[in-house]
């Protein structure tokens, strides 16, 4: 017996170091924890500054004349500037890194701290199982109650054991869970933050692509001609008809100056000839009247005669054959005269000045229609450098278009609202996964209380509705019918002995998946008058299973059937003092 006392006082002096560590770790355990919030939220903070600042931080690498990166454009009107309080990538980092640390550390602690609880747990139960010993076990008896001690012992040492490794098990589920959760909170930002640039780019591209096609709209509006080719044909037909107009201008100008000088050329020879003709008109007059005088002194009767007595045959010959050719060519001169005149009549004089101020009016419109063609093909050149660059954006965002439209369809699942199919995002698919876990535990019961009539079911996805929220639909199968309805169809009794099912399947459930949680006691509120008296009795019976495993189930009820089923009964009574309460077992 002394030795048991020496051996409790030893065990309570490590129950008492055992508590001053347990305090000690718990303190370093909430210390590490505030630390590390602290380091989560200076993370936090950092990483959502960092976001924020992306456009920032991108216009840093925009150079003049260079793509934009996002929307492909050259220009860069209004660059957004990074603010003073803009974290850099390695600080973010850094923050990253530092709640990491802490996280470990903080783990490392808390492991500690339970470690050091369960010790003292440990401790403590030795304790009390040695101040029972002690205290009810005789001096003869002080061998056996050692034995029980140890086994003891050893059975509280086995369930810490397997408590620590459960703890343990949930420990590092919670790590998994921690980390699956930031993984997926990564790739959420970094498909929102996708998203949005493709989202900005394709705006910016349409934006673009409006405003040339509105600037090319009212281009076209303001030309004479639908499209260029018509501009290009209008225009070789102007120059076509210059040319053939300045080629008629040259024509008709060297054959108006040939027909001047050779005007003038008659005119001259015409003048020459009549005063020559007229020269000598009077000069034979003159020598006719002096050749009569001399003629009629000398006694010649005519002409004829003087020339029989002074000329010789040959010579009057040649006279004769002068005179013949003097009077052709007066023929000829006057036949001459007579066809110019003819071929000048109905004429009129040409006017120079006028011919030119026409060619200088159709070059001056020559010009315009020059400078006109330049303008069209310079717009014409500049529409067809923006066509480029917009086929080349197309071609460049295709695959981040494809991208987009994968990621895009991805969020619309992920988050139900993908057009066409049933509203189920992603955290109701998880729950459906649990859902119908509780739903084969909840038949386990429910098939009891109905004799096998109904079995519950979670709504297949395909039958899901494409309206509002869905996935957690129950279902209700008749085993006499086979069909399958809504489980809203079913009759209050019914309705009552399907939730009572599910809140039992969902119990089995919660203590199955977390082992340290034990539910040991349920209530029922109501709901038994809806019931048949078959019904009643199977539920009382199915209630009466979980009653005998160490579950304590209380039921709430006006239903006086039921005081002959239930043997410990907690009786209700209203006075006119108020409602008394008293035990019926």
């Known amino acids: 017996m002394l030795r048991q006392y020496k051996e409790l006082d030893r065990q309570e002096n490590r129950k008492e170091q055992l508590k001053e560590d347990c305090e000690r770790a718990k303190k370093e355990a909430e210390c590490e924890q505030k630390n590390y919030e602290h380091a989560w939220a200076e993370y936090e903070m950092k990483y959502q500054k960092f976001l924020k600042e992306q456009a920032g931080i991108l216009a840093l690498t925009l150079e003049a004349g260079q793509p934009c990166p996002v929307c492909g454009s050259r220009d860069h009107p209004q660059i957004t500037l990074l603010s003073d309080e803009a974290p850099t990538q390695a600080e973010v980092e850094s923050a990253k890194e530092e709640r990491d640390r802490k996280e470990k550390t903080r783990d490392i602690k808390v492991a500690a701290f339970r470690e050091c609880l369960a010790g003292y747990q440990a401790a403590q139960e030795i304790c009390q199982t040695l101040q029972m010993n002690i205290k009810n076990a005789p001096e003869d008896g002080v061998k056996t109650n050692w034995k029980k001690i140890m086994q003891n012992l050893g059975q509280t040492f086995a369930e810490t054991e397997e408590q620590l490794k459960q703890l343990e098990q949930i420990s590092e589920k919670c790590k998994a869970l921690k980390k699956n959760q930031e993984q997926i909170a990564e790739q959420s930002v970094e498909l929102e933050r996708k998203e949005r640039e493709t989202d900005q780019c394709l705006t910016e591209s349409k934006l673009a692509y409006t405003k040339v096609q509105a600037e090319y709209q009212t281009a076209k509006e303001k030309l004479p001609y639908e499209t260029i080719e018509e501009a290009e044909k209008h225009l070789v037909q102007t120059v076509g008809a210059l040319e053939q107009l300045r080629k008629n201008y040259e024509t008709v100008t060297r054959r108006l100056t040939e027909m001047q000088n050779k005007e003038k050329e008659l005119e001259g020879r015409s003048k020459t000839v009549k005063a020559s003709a007229l020269q000598s008109q009077k000069e034979a007059e003159k020598k006719k009247l002096r050749y009569e005088q001399v003629m009629k002194a000398q006694g010649f009767a005519d002409e004829e005669s003087y020339h029989r007595k002074c000329m010789k045959e040959t010579e009057l010959e040649e006279a004769e054959r002068w005179t013949e050719a003097y009077q052709r060519e007066l023929q000829e001169l006057e036949a001459n005269r007579k066809l110019l005149e003819q071929q000048l009549k109905g004429k009129e004089r040409k006017d120079i000045a006028q011919i030119k101020q026409e060619m200088k009016e159709a070059s001056e419109v020559l010009e315009q229609i020059r400078r006109e063609y330049m303008r069209l093909h310079n717009i014409n050149e500049k529409n067809r450098e923006i066509r480029d660059n917009l086929r080349r954006n197309f071609e460049k965002n295709s695959g981040l278009q494809n991208q987009y439209e994968i990621i895009g369809n991805l969020s619309k699942t992920a988050n139900g609202n993908l057009s066409g199919s049933a509203k189920l995002d992603f955290e109701t698919y998880i729950q459906r996964q649990y859902f119908r876990q509780i739903i084969r535990a909840a038949n386990k019961r429910l098939i009891r209380m109905t004799s096998g009539e109904f079995i519950l079911?979670?709504?297949?996805?395909?039958?899901?509705?494409?309206?509002?929220?869905?996935?957690?639909?129950?279902?209700?199968?008749?085993?006499?019918?086979?069909?399958?309805?809504?489980?809203?169809?079913?009759?209050?009794?019914?309705?009552?002995?399907?939730?009572?099912?599910?809140?039992?399947?969902?119990?089995?459930?919660?203590?199955?998946?977390?082992?340290?949680?034990?539910?040991?006691?349920?209530?029922?509120?109501?709901?038994?008058?809806?019931?048949?008296?078959?019904?009643?009795?199977?539920?009382?019976?199915?209630?009466?299973?979980?009653?005998?495993?160490?579950?304590?189930?209380?039921?709430?009820?006006?239903?006086?059937?039921?005081?002959?089923?239930?043997?410990?009964?907690?009786?209700?009574?209203?006075?006119?003092?108020?409602?008394?309460?008293?035990?019926?077992?």
Do not use: P
Request: net charge negative; hydrophobic share 40%.
């Open 457 to 585: 079911q979670c709504r297949d996805v395909e039958k899901l509705g494409s309206q509002g929220q869905a996935g957690l639909e129950l279902d209700v199968y008749h085993m006499a019918t086979d069909t399958i309805r809504d489980v809203k169809t079913l009759s209050g009794g019914e309705s009552f002995m399907a939730a009572l099912s599910m809140a039992l399947g969902l119990s089995d459930i919660v203590q199955n998946t977390a082992g340290a949680i034990h539910l040991d006691t349920m209530f029922i509120d109501e709901g038994f008058g809806s019931l048949d008296d078959a019904s009643r009795d199977q539920a009382i019976r199915v209630l009466n299973d979980l009653a005998d495993k160490d579950r304590l189930v209380g039921i709430i009820s006006h239903v006086n059937e039921l005081k002959e089923q239930i043997d410990h009964k907690l009786v209700v009574k209203k006075t006119d003092k108020g409602s008394s309460v008293s035990w019926s077992v």
